[in-house]
């Protein structure tokens, strides 16, 4: 195990900002663009680590703190030797600070409450008062052991304006000195490895917040570079723009991720051209789950890929009887185990009769579709 992070720039695309990193971690080292399958309770949906690794995993998000402070508990964790050991995953890891949950929970004031000194949740089994702040969320993720950390920060709403935009960003940037003074309390995990903390631009959709946040972010000299707020991945539109506006003033050799894209292939693509190296999202294996599996065709023009398929928006949806005789695999030219073995008629059987093989099924298709975007945009960006 190699005791170290650091980002090395391999190769920028000949005309647009997209590039090709290597990322070494303890766990191993990681070629981008890479896609991160997000197992936000310590496991991805109805995929083993097996799976994952056939289906092209390089990293994973291997659980939320706000999720791990309530089952299975830091001592769990700290007994097993952290989530690696704990899940059976060997390569790299990033966890969630629990920011973005804390937001989701906030808006019912009965469960989630935040002020300046961080979040206070009842638990949802025991009801006890669990207190996230800067200082619990960085200990948590020390005990979780992954390899790349967050900062505790506010994801900023899109609703709320100016005003909630700026406070969110005035608290983050708060708690990111406080993550970091605990950070460098004990730079290592539990484990004795060397973790990198990454902190997140917040500013919602105002360009020039968005500006000074990143500035008070690269002022503090962190391993990498995260894009958070509830736009993010939600609104693709805005997510370019956002990314527009900051990418100027990032150093090359710093990691750089937006938080939740990876709704569709297509979202890979985009925000890649923009120059992202790292992104993460529940969507692909929540969308295999409920029968809507990645169906298209990777096609290259202006210099760059484009994820086609007019017809079906780039899905298809199992369940529609259309299926029910259909002997070709979900996509033309996948090399999934499931597109190698199985046709859309047996997928559409499975997924009539609820039957659990249908998810794992299901899930390796689009978790390979998305880190199969991921390599053909790593060729194309090295013989740019």
Not at 15 to 31: F, K, N, Y
Not at 71 to 77: E, H, I, R, T
Request: aromatic content about 8%; overall charge neutral.
């Amino acid at each position: 195990m190699q005791n170290i992070f650091k980002t090395e720039l391999i190769k920028k695309h000949a005309t647009l900002p997209a590039r090709v990193t290597q990322i070494t971690t303890a766990h191993g080292e990681i070629m981008t663009p890479a896609f991160m399958p997000v197992g936000t309770r310590a496991f991805v949906n109805c995929m083993t680590p097996t799976d994952l690794v056939n289906a092209g995993s390089q990293i994973i998000l291997g659980g939320n703190t706000y999720h791990m402070l309530c089952a299975p508990g830091m001592d769990v964790l700290q007994h097993a030797g952290g989530m690696h050991p704990f899940m059976g995953w060997d390569k790299p890891m990033l966890t969630d600070s629990g920011g973005f949950q804390v937001f989701s929970l906030s808006k019912n004031g009965k469960i989630c409450k935040i002020d300046d000194k961080g979040a206070h949740f009842k638990h949802p089994i025991t009801g006890q008062i669990i207190h996230l702040t800067p200082q619990s969320s960085i200990q948590a993720q020390k005990i979780i052991g992954a390899d790349i950390i967050m900062a505790f920060d506010e994801c900023t709403p899109e609703q709320g304006g100016r005003e909630a935009a700026l406070k969110a960003m005035e608290r983050t940037h708060r708690w990111l000195h406080e993550s970091i003074e605990e950070h460098q309390k004990h730079p290592t995990s539990a484990y004795g490895y060397q973790q990198a903390l990454f902190g997140i631009i917040q500013g919602g959709s105002f360009q020039d917040l968005r500006e000074q946040s990143t500035q008070f972010i690269l002022a503090a000299n962190l391993d990498g570079i995260a894009i958070g707020g509830e736009v993010i991945g939600f609104d693709m539109q805005k997510t370019a723009e956002v990314i527009d506006w900051v990418r100027p003033l990032l150093p090359e050799n710093k990691s750089r991720y937006t938080m939740g894209v990876g709704l569709n292939p297509q979202d890979l693509l985009d925000v890649v051209a923009k120059g992202i190296d790292i992104f993460d999202c529940v969507a692909p294996t929540r969308n295999a789950r409920h029968g809507s599996l990645y169906c298209g065709t990777l096609i290259e023009e202006n210099n760059w890929l484009r994820f086609a398929d007019e017809q079906n928006k780039g899905k298809i949806l199992i369940k529609k009887s259309i299926y029910a005789k259909d002997e070709k695999p979900i996509m033309e030219n996948c090399f999934c185990y499931t597109c190698k073995n199985f046709t859309r008629s047996y997928l559409h059987f499975l997924f009539k009769h609820q039957a659990l093989a249908y998810s794992n099924l299901a899930c390796i298709h689009n978790i390979h579709v998305m880190h199969d975007v991921c390599a053909r945009m790593r060729q194309l960006i090295l013989a740019s």
